[in-house]
């Protein structure tokens, strides 16, 4: 478990501003993935990356910026941060996305509030 | 459109009781499907997929073609599987690794 990490584990911030929240795994998995998890609606995904440079867009990626230039580091940006964008958000990565070998394995998640 | 509906929030039995954690899904094509299990300030991790036709930790996961649906059952429910339940299919003509979860349920198991 200790593969992914995230920081920061805890962040408050006000509206408008930028945030930066880490992700780093050591297990050189190509794919990582960024959710965001709220009461009601589970967990959704922001963005996802299929290698380093290689970044596509989930169910909800407007308003957030990410970017993989290293296979290591998925690091996810909140442009100008909004109340809406109170979350707990996950960082997960995978090796492989063939079925039988598909796992997510699952940082600890940082707890964002936007005041 | 891709659709996976867990349509408890929250599920409370006794200890022993037996415990069926309901998932119904939308696809097209054939899905394949995952159940992942987070326990109280643990992480997010995978309980068991349907490929592998397992039993992890006495659950069980069928896959319903005709019901779309994979709920995810235990015959005699123990305190320690208190935890939030979500379900994941992943969509089989997509080569992401994507999966979408659903809304998640939390089970309450009861002394």
């Known amino acids: 478990d200790a593969g992914i990490t995230q920081s920061p584990r805890y962040k408050i911030t006000e509206t408008g501003r930028q945030v930066t929240l880490m992700c780093h795994q050591t297990?050189?998995?190509?794919?990582m993935f960024w959710y965001r998890q709220d009461l009601g609606h589970g967990l959704r995904l922001i963005y996802y990356?299929?290698?380093?440079?290689?970044?596509d867009k989930g169910e909800v990626p407007d308003g957030y910026v990410v970017s993989r230039s290293k296979t290591e580091n998925f690091p996810l940006t909140l442009e100008s941060a909004t109340r809406s964008q109170t979350s707990v958000y996950f960082c997960?990565?995978?090796?492989?996305?063939?079925?039988?070998?598909?796992?997510?394995?699952f940082g600890p998640g940082t707890r964002l509030l936007v005041l | 459109a891709q659709r996976v509906t867990q349509p408890e929030k929250l599920l409370s039995v006794f200890k022993g009781a037996p415990v069926e954690l309901k998932c119904n899904y939308s696809?097209?094509?054939?899905?394949?499907l995952f159940w992942y299990v987070q326990y109280s300030r643990q992480r997010l991790q995978l309980l068991l997929r349907?490929?592998s036709r397992e039993s992890i930790k006495g659950f069980t996961a069928d896959l319903n073609k005709g019901e779309t649906s994979f709920h995810l059952k235990k015959p005699f429910a123990q305190e320690e599987d208190s935890a939030m339940y979500y379900c994941?299919?992943?969509?089989?003509?997509?080569?992401?690794?994507?999966?979408?979860f659903g809304q998640g349920t939390t089970l309450q198991v009861k002394p």
């Open positions: 997960a990565s995978s090796e492989s996305n063939r079925v039988a070998q598909e796992t997510q394995y």
């Open positions: 297990w050189s998995h190509s794919y």
């Open positions: 990356s299929a290698a380093a440079d290689i970044t």
């Open positions: 696809y097209s094509g054939s899905p394949e």
């Open positions: 349907h490929i």
């Open positions: 994941a299919p992943k969509n089989m003509t997509s080569n992401t690794g994507k999966l979408i």
